[in-house]
């Protein structure tokens, strides 16, 4: 078991993970599951996705057993009422949050602070319009609809929708509150900084985060009292060099 320093109130710890990059693990990795989860597993029809769910799990029991001086197998993990995810077992204050799509995963972590992540895979040939008038608030549809292009648009679509998303998570609620009901911005270029949110009579802060080509992510974290958050990136491999990015200057 790799030790890990808990994050500091004002820092996030984010991991980008490549689930391909773990399958040579996977025989140790599988051993972490739970039971759930590897019935989960053996019902996904397709082998690369069996892999890629076994390998994130896992990866996911490694880093937090890492955090709260565990082994990775006596890593409990429970969800909440609208399904996000929480150490079960754990009087602590370690908050995490988790997305994949296809072979890139993201995780956060925090001391304290409820916080949301969520990554897509950019898909021009679907139907986006139809998507935002179900998920996006008048607004958003119109920034939306102002952009001179489809690719234009179809870019701008999965930027916003991994900001909602991540606030949704951040706030606990999920889907179970209408994406409609709060804006965020919704453009083309990445956020040049933290944007402050109020999801839910929550306020947090969203923020755009570096991933491979072709996919887009963001984070929502709680505003803590200070308002300054600063993310830390990780690679998987904890005994690399960790880099450190301010949120401000």
């Excluded at 030790?3 to 399958?23: A, K, M, N």
């Excluded at 304290?112 to 008048?138: C, N, W, Y």
């Excluded at 887009?216 to 690679?235: F, P, Q, V, Y």
């Amino acid at each position: 078991m790799i030790t890990t320093s808990q994050p500091g109130i004002d820092e996030v710890h984010v991991y980008r993970i490549v689930l391909s990059q773990q399958f040579h693990a996977l025989p140790r990795l599988r051993h972490y599951l739970s039971q759930p989860e590897t019935d989960r597993a053996v019902l996904l029809q397709d082998d690369l996705a069996k892999k890629r769910f076994s390998a994130g799990r896992g990866v996911l029991r490694e880093i937090l057993g890492g955090y709260i001086g565990i082994e990775a197998e006596q890593v409990r993990i429970a969800t909440g009422e609208y399904g996000k995810p929480y150490l079960a077992e754990y009087a602590g204050n370690i908050r995490f949050n988790l997305s994949h799509s296809e072979d890139v995963m993201i995780l956060a972590v925090t001391t304290g602070r409820d916080v949301g992540v969520d990554i897509e895979t950019l898909q021009a040939d679907k139907p986006v319009h139809s998507m935002a008038r179900l998920a996006f608030s008048p607004h958003e549809q119109e920034e939306l609809l102002t952009l001179p292009s489809s690719q234009l648009q179809a870019s701008a679509f999965y930027r916003c929708w991994v900001r909602k998303e991540a606030c949704l998570k951040a706030c606990g609620r999920g889907f179970s509150l209408p994406g409609s009901s709060f804006d965020v911005p919704v453009c083309v270029e990445k956020l040049p900084q933290q944007t402050l949110i109020t999801c839910a009579q929550s306020l947090c802060y969203v923020q755009d985060i570096d991933v491979p080509e072709n996919y887009c992510a963001a984070l929502a974290i709680a505003a803590g009292a200070d308002l300054r958050t600063h993310l830390k990136l990780l690679s998987c491999n904890l005994n690399q060099a960790k880099l450190k990015w301010p949120y401000f200057e």
